[in-house]
């Protein structure tokens, strides 16, 4: 049996250590002890391309934007969706991690990155986002492990109030925000429904066969027609609700 071989390491913005291992054909990203992402667990990242882009079928030259590079799979899956005059922004905090694909993890997935259209962009994925506006026909997240950051304490801010809008904002008519998860949040989904979203919830495989290990993919629009079918549809809270809310939070103060 082949044993696991660190490869390289690198720092996070938080200070945390992140090492790349192989084993065998196999590649694992770990931050400070702790799994991140593996190579044969890779079907959820797969499913946030397709949901997150299922409604550009057809579409002459679509933009999109991918937060997070990861191993590349969600890249993979999207430029084997999309048209060849389709523009792709992939946007990566870590310069480690691209240099990772470009010269370990690229072969997994066919180096997507040498795809013409591909432009990569390394940095802070918010100011990204912020920047642009009416931009994208697709926003795909998947930035750290959903809504609670794992790696950069900073990526709340993507997931919280003024980041959403900030997507929004940067989504064309009938763009879709597809945002992916380790696990659910019921929080993140009414976050995204007070973003005036019209949200799909979709539980998928981490890995394609597995029954007992799911990860989650939010589909998002303010166009409820363009959102890929099945899923579950969050329920927006009663007024009475909300009030209730409210009320409970001022009598904890």
């Known amino acids: 049996m082949k044993p696991r071989v660190k490869i390289a390491t690198a720092r996070t913005p938080d200070g945390g250590e992140m090492v790349l291992n192989q084993h065998d054909r196999d590649f694992l990203i770990r931050i400070n002890g702790e799994d991140l992402m593996h ?11 397709r949901l997150g ?19 590349g799979y969600t890249l993979r899956q999207a430029l084997d969706m999309l048209s060849p005059h389709a523009k792709v922004v992939v946007g990566e905090l870590l310069g480690t991690v691209v240099e990772w694909n470009r010269e370990f993890l690229g072969e997994l997935n066919g180096w997507p990155l040498a795809d013409e259209r591909v432009d990569l962009k390394t940095g802070d994925i918010v100011e990204l986002i912020s920047r642009s506006k009416n931009r994208f026909d697709a926003i795909l997240l998947d930035i750290d492990n959903g809504p609670s950051a794992m790696t950069a304490s900073g990526n709340s801010r993507l997931y919280g109030y003024e980041g959403i809008l900030a997507c929004r904002r940067a989504l ?59 899923g579950g549809e969050p329920r927006r809270p009663r007024k009475n609700e909300s009030k209730r809310s409210r009320r409970q939070t001022r009598e904890r103060r």
């Open 39 to 49: 190579s044969r667990h890779h079907e959820s990242e797969l499913e946030l391309a």
């Open 53 to 71: 882009c299922a409604h550009l079928a057809g579409r002459k030259a679509p933009s999109i934007l991918i937060g997070g590079l990861g191993m």
């Open 172 to 230: 064309r008519k009938q763009g879709c925000l597809a945002v992916w998860s380790a696990g659910p949040s019921k929080e993140f989904e009414q976050l995204l429904m007070k973003c005036s979203f019209h949200v799909r919830r979709f539980r998928v495989p981490a890995y394609k066969g597995s029954k007992s290990q799911s990860r989650f993919v939010w589909a998002a629009s303010e166009d409820k027609s363009i959102l890929p079918p099945g």
